[in-house]
């Protein structure tokens, strides 16, 4: 495989989908419902990205206490929730999970 | 005190270094791992440098392994990477006032931590007319990070094979929680939060990351059904100067 083009493509069309929004919302005149729309952007997409690595680490639903996936992130959100610290939230969380993974997990 | 360039771009800094440490095994994971899957540490280099989008870097990097065609890797980096449509759409009311010369890097530089992080900076009240180069402060420092990571992993390369089932992959799941739990304080925004995890759930098995935008779109109209039937705006559940005090660490 030619490893420019493939380079080039890849990077082509991740800036195509990243600039042309950004240059012309704001210059444009939105509708009122896409601007409420907007707001929930970054708690759905988040959401979407955490909820089946936590609820199927490996493809299928698994509820079981031995998910560290799921306990450490439970944990996660109890501490986000309770300290609104990410920088905390990321370091307990892991050492949480981590920790699970070792004692219990497989 | 009022804001300087200076300062929106040191707190931008700032304010992303908690994701630059959930970012550093995943730049070094994929260094290594794009080398296994047998690409030249230059092609592996050059993603990191031209495309710049951790998760299609590594479907990427995965395809190359299996063999996959130019044209499949090119079409399912666009697919993974739609989200940004998104991110992008709910920044540019924001960037009006700027020239190509800032829009052209900045929308490069686009990443899901940058998003999360320069999104509540620019919906704060204030009036600092320097907010892009608090999102010029906190892109640069993922953009430097994210590349000397990737040197990391490519000088380390085979060495670090276990790295991935070492369960350094949940650092993703985990600063994501930090950032989304505080933004879950509306009726409106909890729902729109709890359709779009029950859809990603359900639609995981659609290819290419369709389940995420699906669970994305489906997560945004269960937020404003529920705004409508409420009449609870988002933006008058959040107390933006309650927000503002909110500072992350």
């Known amino acids: ?106 | 005190m009022p804001a300087t360039r200076r300062s929106e771009f040191l707190i931008g800094m700032k304010d992303t270094f908690p994701l630059i440490l959930g970012a550093i095994p995943f730049g070094i994971i994929f260094g290594a791992l794009a080398i296994n899957a047998g690409l030249s540490p230059a092609a592996t280099m050059g993603m990191s440098l031209f495309v710049f989008a951790g998760s299609a870097q590594f479907i990427g990097a995965g395809l190359v392994g299996q063999g996959a065609s130019l044209g499949v890797i090119v079409l399912t980096t666009f697919v993974v990477n739609l989200r940004h449509v998104l991110y992008s759409a709910s920044l540019g009311p924001y960037m009006k006032r700027l020239s190509q010369v800032w829009l052209l890097p900045l929308a490069f530089w686009l990443t899901d931590e940058t998003y999360a992080v320069v999104i509540r900076h620019y919906q704060r009240e204030d009036d600092s007319p320097y907010k892009h180069w608090y999102y010029f402060g906190s892109s640069i420092s993922m953009y430097v990070n994210w590349n000397l990571c990737t040197l990391i992993g490519i000088l380390a390369g085979q060495r670090l094979e276990g790295l991935a089932t070492l369960g350094l992959d949940f650092a993703m799941v985990v600063t994501f929680i930090g950032i989304l739990v505080p933004l879950l304080v509306s009726r409106p925004m909890l729902l729109s939060a709890l359709v779009a995890g029950v859809v990603g759930v359900l639609a995981n098995g659609l290819p290419n990351k369709l389940g995420l935008m699906l669970a994305a779109v489906c997560g945004i109209a269960a937020g404003m059904l529920a705004e409508a039937l409420t009449r609870q705006p988002p933006s008058e559940a959040i107390p933006l100067k309650q927000a503002a005090k909110q500072e992350m660490p």
């Open chain 1, 1 to 106: 495989m030619n490893e420019a083009l493939l380079v080039l493509g890849m990077a082509l069309v991740t800036f195509l989908i990243r600039y042309p929004m950004l240059a012309i919302v704001g210059r444009l005149q939105l509708p009122d419902w896409l601007i409420r729309a907007l707001r929930y952007v970054p708690v759905a997409v988040l959401t979407a990205i955490i909820m089946p690595i936590m609820l199927l680490p490996n493809g299928e639903l698994d509820l079981r206490p031995s998910n560290a996936f799921l306990v450490g992130g439970i944990a996660a959100g109890i501490i986000a929730w309770r300290t609104k610290n990410l920088l905390l939230t990321i370091v307990l969380g892991m050492a949480i999970f981590l920790l699970w993974r070792a004692l219990i997990g497989g």
